[in-house]
């Protein structure tokens, strides 16, 4: 069965410090891949996607995360985060199986505060 | 360009009644998805509906149920409501079903279950 396993539930960083939020995921078939945001109260939204191509996607607001086949992970990073930053962060799969039908599953979350 | 709204924002009902959310998709946009995000989780996939038919569906009971009507709009149903079932709702949109397109959230609906 499909899983998507975020390892830290919380990541708190002072501002400007590096980051990475990580994702592993487990699939008998291809995946695609996303990262999304979401700030309190609000809907998610996609920070970048892989879909194929290139291991290393670059997204919104100065994130890139790199795709590993061999360890079944797609950790997010930034050099340099923001308070702004701070929010939910989820990780996602859809799994290509050869029919039209996308689904995603989620992990649980990582919550990334950023101090001052 | 408007993008995926949903209706009411907030909700509160009590157990064993029932609900009715909407969903509006983003402009252009033909398949609508519906996820439950109990808090503290990550969403988790109730089912999509693509030409106003129910595609696919997740490990949710038959108490929850969808429609979607030919301007592409969907509504999720809940009967008899259940404590567990008070989650934000997520309505998803994107232009077909494929795994790879690009899923657009709504900012949810928040149901409160007394």
């Known amino acids: 069965a499909q899983s998507v396993t975020q390892l830290d539930s919380q990541v708190p960083v002072f501002e400007e410090a590096p980051v990475e939020l990580r994702c592993n995921y487990s699939?008998?078939?291809?995946?695609?891949l996303f990262w999304y945001v979401q700030y309190p109260n609000q809907g998610l939204q996609l920070l970048l996607k892989y879909l194929s191509g290139s291991t290393l996607v670059k997204g919104i607001n100065g994130f890139e995360a790199e795709f590993n086949k061999s360890q079944t992970s797609f950790h997010l990073r930034k050099p340099s985060v923001h308070i702004s930053d701070t929010a939910e962060y989820f990780c996602?799969?859809?799994?290509?199986?050869?029919?039209?039908?996308?689904?995603?599953?989620f992990g649980r979350g990582t919550q990334l505060t950023v101090w001052p | 360009d408007a993008g995926v709204t949903q209706s009411p924002t907030h909700l509160i009902k009590t157990r064993g009644q029932q609900v009715t959310l909407r969903c509006s998709p983003k402009?252009?946009?033909?398949?609508v998805s519906w996820y439950q995000q109990a808090l503290g989780q990550g969403p988790q996939f109730i089912f999509q509906y693509y030409e106003e038919e129910e595609r696919q569906r997740g490990n949710f009971p038959d108490r929850f149920s969808g429609h979607q009507f030919p301007n592409y709009s969907s509504e999720l149903n809940v009967n008899a409501l259940l404590l567990g079932d008070s989650a934000l709702y997520l309505c998803?949109?994107?232009?077909?079903?494929?795994?790879?397109?690009?899923?657009?959230f709504g900012p949810g609906t928040r149901l409160t279950v007394l």
């Open positions: 402009s252009g946009h033909d398949t």
């Open positions: 996602a799969v859809s799994e290509d199986r050869g029919s039209t039908l996308g689904r995603l599953y």
């Open positions: 699939s008998s078939v291809s995946v695609y």
């Open positions: 998803a949109s994107s232009l077909g079903v494929g795994a790879y397109n690009e899923q657009f």
